[in-house]
């Protein structure tokens, strides 16, 4: 594990999984809320497998990269964005300078890229299931019981808590009190963060213009289509590409929000999926 040092004195504990023969590129998996780094483990294997140099990482106050009870945790959403996403792309960028670098943000990986302040040093981002997480974009049986989240079970168990219990709830994770009432507000709001925030996330958002490849699917419990694009459009100059699946298109049941990255889907959704994706931006920047 590697310590990547962060502003504030603190740093992220984070995992490089290396080829063993030659590097052809370099990439990011930055987590969705609440997933651990552990979860991306053997995705991020199976890239340094096809030559992709890859960094995992858990956010401040998250996983590995938590130091004290999550009731103490101080960071927010923006922290997570423009610190931790930032050293860690920093870190990737610095190890091989030279090489493509490939943002594969997952949720709410893919929401921080306009936020994250080296930018420029990303060749091509990937979007896994990021949209919009505005409540009326959410599927149906979802929208039926985000209200109660919201206004009732999320107030008050944080308030009793100090921080929102998850785990206990069997509602994404345990989460420090800030990033909660943050992405409360922002799920609250039609434009998500670029609504809640100052306006100079908002010009953030529309001055990103790196090229982004957005993969969803139709089975996802948490995003509609719908919460994808809307998402997608914020990002005003970059030129997107949408890739929504169905599980009977690649012979699977079901993949929903966080089936992507589990290795039982390796050969459907990354040999077959993903992986005629990555070799595309890899063959722009050969020529």
């Known amino acids: 594990m590697i310590n990547i040092a962060v502003e504030n004195n603190k740093h992220i504990v984070a995992k490089l999984f290396e080829p063993t023969t030659a590097v052809i590129a370099s990439a990011v998996i930055a987590p969705a809320m609440g997933a651990p780094q552990s979860f991306y483990r053997h995705f991020a294997q199976w890239l340094a497998d096809q030559g ?21 945790c101080q960071a927010d959403l923006l922290d997570w964005a423009q610190i931790d996403c930032s050293a860690a792309l920093d870190f990737i960028k610095q190890r091989y300078p030279t090489l493509p670098t490939f943002w594969i943000g997952h949720s709410f990986g893919g929401q921080a890229v306009p936020l994250i302040k080296c ?13 919009n997480g505005y409540w009326r974009y959410n599927p149906p049986r979802l929208k039926q019981k985000i209200w109660f989240l919201w206004y009732f079970l999320t107030p008050i168990t944080t308030a009793l808590m100090g921080y929102f219990p998850g785990s206990k709830l069997g509602i994404v994770a345990d989460l420090p009190k800030k990033i909660i009432k943050q992405w409360r507000l922002w799920c609250l709001h039609r434009d998500y963060m670029v609504g809640v925030e100052a306006d100079q996330i908002k010009q953030q958002f529309a001055n990103m213009s790196l090229p982004v490849t957005a993969i969803s699917f139709s089975d996802d419990e948490l995003l509609t289509f719908n919460s994808i694009t809307t998402l997608h459009q914020l990002f005003s100059k970059s030129e997107c590409r949408f890739i929504e699946i169905t599980p009977e298109q690649v012979g699977l049941k079901a993949i929903g929000h966080f089936g992507f ?10 040999h077959n999926l993903f992986l005629p994706q990555l070799t595309l931006e890899l063959n722009k920047h050969a020529k």
């Open 261 to 270: 990255f589990k290795a039982e889907h390796s050969q459907r959704l990354w």
């Open 52 to 72: 992709v140099a890859t960094l995992t990482f858990d956010y401040q106050g998250m996983g590995q990269s938590a130091t004290e009870h999550i009731k103490h």
């Open 119 to 131: 930018q420029e040093k990303i060749d091509h981002v990937f979007t896994i299931t990021s949209g």
